[in-house]
Every structure is written in structure tokens, then in C-alpha cells.
């Protein structure tokens, strides 16, 4: 019993103690342009902490209909706010900016396997977010 104990507490905590805290920057300008995430490319592992760092204000994080894994459930940050998303779901992680998103401020989080790659490339994007995208989708593994 005590010997199960400990398997399923090292099972538990030893997820929790290799987790990685990625950091994305909400940026004005960065080194692909104005109005990025950076970087907009983001490979994690279930367990990881994908947090968004305001650099600049008036930016946020929400996800993109049509682009999340199975039974994940949408999100919004506030404007201007740090925001960290938990990713335990495999699958891509289609990410914009409300407000500059037809500029193009769009981000892919690809977590262990892109279970739902076809789904997220079938989701129409607007502006500049199309042509942001192809080369995000070229990052996929």
C-alpha cells in the first residue's frame, strides 16, 4: 500500500517538477514585423506553462475557434494582462491578439503530437493572420 503510495505521488510531482514555463512576448514591434508574438512558433509538452508576457500594452492572448485540441476550452486574457495557459492537451494551439489580429499578431503552440494539424489549417484566417500562419504551419513536427 505504501509502496503504491509513493509510485502514484513520484507519478504525480515528477510531472509537475519537469513542467517548463515557456515565455511569449506580446510585442509592438519584434524581429518579424510589427504587432507579434514572440516567438509565434512555441513546441511544449503537456504540462507546460505557456506565459504571456505584456511587453507592450494593449496586447492579449485568445484562442482562435476551430484551432484548439479536442476538449480544450476556449480562452481570453484581459488587455494589457500577463496570461499563462496550462497546455495539457496534444494538439495545436492557434493563438491571436484581439485587437491586432488582422495585422497579423498570431501565434501556433504545438503541444507533444499535432493531433489536429488538418482541423487547424481548414480554420479561415483574416488579414495578414493568413500569411503569418503559413510559416507556423511549416514549423509543425
Same mark, same amino acid.
Given at each position: ?7 502514484? !505521488? ?5 510531472? =509537475?517538477?519537469?513542467?517548463? @514555463?515557456? &515565455?511569449?512576448?506580446? %510585442? ?45 476550452? !476556449? ?5 494589457? =494582462?500577463?496570461?499563462?495557459? @496550462?497546455? &495539457?492537451?496534444?494538439? %495545436? ?49
Amino acid at each position: 500500500m505504501i509502496r503504491s503510495l509513493a509510485c502514484a !505521488a513520484s507519478l504525480l510531482f515528477g510531472t =509537475a517538477l519537469t513542467a517548463e @514555463t515557456i &515565455e511569449v512576448k506580446m %510585442l509592438n514591434k519584434g524581429a518579424e514585423g510589427t504587432m507579434v508574438f514572440e516567438p509565434a512558433y512555441v513546441a511544449a509538452q503537456p504540462g507546460d506553462i505557456i506565459h504571456f508576457i505584456s511587453t507592450d500594452k494593449g496586447h492579449n492572448a485568445e484562442s482562435i475557434d476551430g484551432m484548439l485540441p479536442d476538449g480544450v476550452e !476556449a480562452f481570453k486574457s484581459k488587455l494589457g =494582462a500577463d496570461f499563462e495557459l @496550462t497546455v &495539457e492537451a496534444e494538439g %495545436l494551439y492557434g493563438i491571436k491578439c484581439t485587437p491586432h489580429y488582422a495585422l497579423g499578431m498570431v501565434a501556433l503552440i504545438q503541444v507533444g503530437e499535432a493531433v489536429n494539424l488538418e482541423a487547424a489549417k481548414g480554420v479561415k484566417q483574416r488579414g495578414k493572420a493568413a500569411k503569418r500562419f503559413d510559416p507556423l504551419f511549416e514549423s509543425v513536427q
